[in-house]
Each structure stands twice: as C-alpha cells, then as structure tokens.
C-alpha cells in the first residue's frame, strides 16, 4: 500500500471508529435509563457495572429500609434523596450537553463529574439508611469472595520459589501472596501506623494474609522471629465490630509474658481503628483483668486463666470467630490439651470460626489433634520444608560444647568474659537453664563473678517477673537467666547471644530458645552444653545442626545419630536417619 493511500484508510478507519464511537454512547446512555427507570418499577437495588450504587437505585433502598426510621434518619434520608435527584439531575444534563455538543471528551469529563456527584449523594443515602460503604467499612473480607488476592500466579510463584515457600490447600485456591503493604485494605494513614519501620511483608506474612483475609483455617510454620504475630495480628482487623463490645478475636498463648507482648502488638493494630485489646494472664489480680475487659475487642490470655474467665461467666467467647493458638505445639501438647478443647468449644462454632495455629516448630505428634479444631486449613510452610520438619533459624550461629556436669560453671564464666566485656559489656546475654532452682543457682552465680544479672523463672512472682524482663529489654540488666518460660515467642530486640546451660527437655525448646537470637533478620549466636545426660536428643540436635549448615562437634556424633521415636511427653518426637538430611538453604528476610 502507498503511503497516501495508508493514510486515507487510516483516516477512513478512525472516522467511522468515531461514528460507531458515538453510536454506541447513545446507545449506552438508552440503556442506562432504561435501566434506572427498570430498577425504579421494581425496586431492584443493581449495581453499576464500576460497583456504584445509582442514585435511583439508593433512593429505591432507601425507601424499602426507611420504615421505622427515627425522625433524624428521616430527616437525613430525605437531604439524601434530594442529593440524588440533583446528581440524578446532573448526569441527565451532561448527557445532553456531550450529545448536542457531539463532543465526547466533553462528555466524558461531564459524565466524570456527574457521577462522582452521584456516588457521593449514594454514599450519603445509604449512610442515613445505615448501609455501610465500602470506604467506611474498607474491604470486609468474605470467605468465599476473595476480597484480598495478592499478585499474579507468575509473580506469585517466582516469589514462592525465591523464599521457599509451601503451600498446601485442600481447597485449591492458589491465591497470590501479597507483596506490598500498599495492596492490603488500609487507608494510608492506618498503613503508615501499622507497618513504619518495616519495607516488605516477611514470607509467613505474604502467604498467609490473602488466605487469612479470604477467611481461611490456618497452620503457619515459619522460623523464629519472622514476623508470625502480625501475619496473624493483621488480617482480623477489618473484621472486627467496633461497636459490638464483645470479644471478638482470641489469641491464646502458653505464657503470661509472651501474651503480654501479643496483646502489645495486637494493641498497635487495634488503636488506630478505635479498637481495644486487652490481656488476661495468671499470677497477676482477676479484679483488674475484669475491668481490663470491658469494652474489649480482641482478648489475648494463658490457657488456665482464659477458662477460669469463661468458667465464672466474666468471659464470653461465643461471638469469638477468630481463634489463634499461637505456639500452636506447645498448646496443643498433653499439659494445655484440655485446656484448648474448652476454649474452643466456648468460641463461635467451627463453621462461623476462623482457627489458625501459627509456630516455628510442627512435630508430628500434635498434628492430628490440629486438625479436630481446624477446617480445610491451608497450610503455609516457610524454607524448604514441605513436611514441616523442625528447623532452626539459619541466621544463628550455633555452637555445640559436649562437656562433664562439673565443668559448666567455669565454662559459663569464660564465655561471659569473653562476650561481655570491654565494648561489649552492654551486649545482652540469655542464659537458659531447666529447672527453677538451677536458674536460681546460675544467676547467684554469675552475679557473684561480677556481672549485672537478672531473672525469670516460675519460683518469681509474676511482678519480679516483669520487672526483670523489663530491665533486660530497656538495658539496665544485660543479663537475664530463664527457664522455658522465656523460650517461646518473646521478642527482646538484639539479644547477641544465647547460653543453654542445660540442654531443655526437647529439640524443639531447644530451636525456640536460640531464636531469641537472630530475629527480625539479624545474625545470632548460641553456645550449647550438651552432656552424656542428653544424650538421647544428640540425634535430633545433630539433625538441626546439619539442616542449618552449622558444623557438628565429634564428641555429639559420638552419641550416635538415631533420633528416638518418643523424646518427651510433649511431643512423641518423630524418626529420621541424619544421614538423609540435606542442608537448608537461607531465607532472606527483607
Ligand atoms: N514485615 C516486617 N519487616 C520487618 N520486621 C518485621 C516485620 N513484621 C514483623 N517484624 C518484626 O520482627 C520481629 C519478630 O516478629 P515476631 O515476634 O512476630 O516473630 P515470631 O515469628 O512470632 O517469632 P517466634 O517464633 O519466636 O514467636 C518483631 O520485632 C517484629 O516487630
């Protein structure tokens, strides 16, 4: 083709694209009246195609629901109904002025213009008819309308890959993770309250809050310190009634000062939409904790004093719809079982619940009992570990001394001087021991040798407790020496090091306690002492040594390798050969 004559076609071509343009504006606009005078005969409440609701079509609703309206309501519907007709009034006049001006960008900004007048008087109309808006209410998640899908199934696997992330849905519904805290239902203000400090979701988040905001049951393993309280904190937000003072969420944690810490954290989410979280934990007066309660929303509580509350009627979990075990193992092993199956029989039933079990650790033991309480859960795994083995955080270094009893002491004083001293005098140091008299013992000890120190153990009263888990976060103690109590959960920042004194009861405290260290993305360490004493957990240790990367001494190999089917109580453990393991590979943590 010559040149002229392309260019004549291509003339041809956008003129009659121009008329057929304008025919099908007309034909449009005939349809839409049409369509509002239908809606007005039948009272019908349609939608817009953009999901805005027509003037008429309010004004219909308006009138159906206006019935036992108070007379400010009435008087609020009737200003509404008058908007409406003016921007009903308005869209009509924009459609003649582009129709006699023939001039379609006329129109288009007309229209614009008409329309937003229309959606505003709409908004107002359903406000005075107590229809909420969606600007009002943000995004209310819905369990089957994918409210929140996160990016594109390329995207969304790539990133998968990347951060070795397993998904497995029963339901199949594969949605995207979610990647920016920019596409989650938060006005901006609420974003920059929530999420200032942090640039991208962790891994546990991305995946799980699509699901969690599309109403989904939910186990989420993910290592120590990646972020797991909010990923489960976040997504019940928008759920929340503000003005239904009742409890709404319940979290349930195995110890008082992790719940404090939830209730902290659950208390930044909570504020900024008029929300309150409260906490109801042992050892500390009931009176306060029932004032505490009134007018909450969001309640976070240890196992024993949750049922006592519930027992004596001051706690009423049947409007609770969001129901989160955090430390899910520990709250489902043999010592809370019973105490869970209470809870949750108190909470809203399974098919209105919404049960999630977030932890860094997932024996096989508790996984049956899991999925009594637990509907068609998706199941998120973080770092290469489809099965949910346990794993440590591999941003620790993990140091493992096998020696005598006698000896740990000593050993205990060097390594003290050689992590706290000169420049780093004020780095803070966790000691952990077994049992309440040793911790009692150690911290004697290591006060005695010279170096400010503090405690936390069940022989404290909850008060002591507090008051030296806070000189440990603010720096006025740099040395804290636990039991288990503090190893699940507690998010002290920058502790440089961990000291297991005496090895714990099992392998999975034993990955909880380190991941005091390393969190948020920072490097940890952690000095182990293992004796002939532990020797039948050597097995499953040199199994997290070698799946972290981290070498593992001669002397632990020499107990051999087997990992007994049953460690403790609290698990049952599980059976793996070492040998078949395979090195993890390191999550980054953005
Ligand atoms: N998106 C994020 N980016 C950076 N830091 C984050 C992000 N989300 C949470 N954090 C921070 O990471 C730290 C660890 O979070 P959190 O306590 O929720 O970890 P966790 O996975 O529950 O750990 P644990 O298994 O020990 O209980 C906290 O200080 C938290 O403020």
Redesign the pocket.
Known sequence: MGKRSREEAEVASELADGSSKKQKVKKDKKEKKEKRAKAVENGATESLSNGTTTPAEVEVDAEVKSEGLSKEERKALKRAKKEAAKAAAAEEAAENVAEGAGDEDAAAKAEKKARKRAEKAAKKAAKANGVATAEEDEVEPKSNGKAVTGVGKAEGDAYYKEKQIAVEDPLKEALGPVLS?DTLPFDVETRKAY?S??????P??AASWPYLLNGRDMIGV??????????F?VPCINRLKKDQKRIQVCIVSPTRE?AL?IQE?MTKLAKPKGLKATCVYGGMSKDDQRQSLKGAHIVVATPGRLNDFIGDGTIDLSNTKYLVL??ADRMLDTGFEQDIRKIITAAADGKDRQTLM???TWPESVRKLASEFLRNPVRITIGDNASGELRANTRIVQEVEVIEEMQKQSRLFDVLKQYQSGKNKKDRILVFCLYKKEATRIEEFIRRRGFPVAGIHGDLSQQKRMESLEAFKNGEVPCLVATDVAA????I?AVKLVINVTFPLTVEDYV?RI??TG???QDGRAITFFTQNEKGLAGALINVLKKADQPVPEELMKFGTTVKKKGHDAYGAFFKDTSEMKAATKIT??
Not at 222 to 231: C, I, L, Q, V
Not at 488 to 491: A, C, E, P, T, V
């Open positions: 805290f999420f400090g942090f640039s991208t979701p962790t546990i988040q993910a290592e120590t310190g990646s972020g797991k309280t909010f990923a904190g992790l810490q954290q955090d430390e977030f932890t860094a699940r959960g507690l998010d920042p909880h991941g005091r969190r948020a993305g943590f953005d």
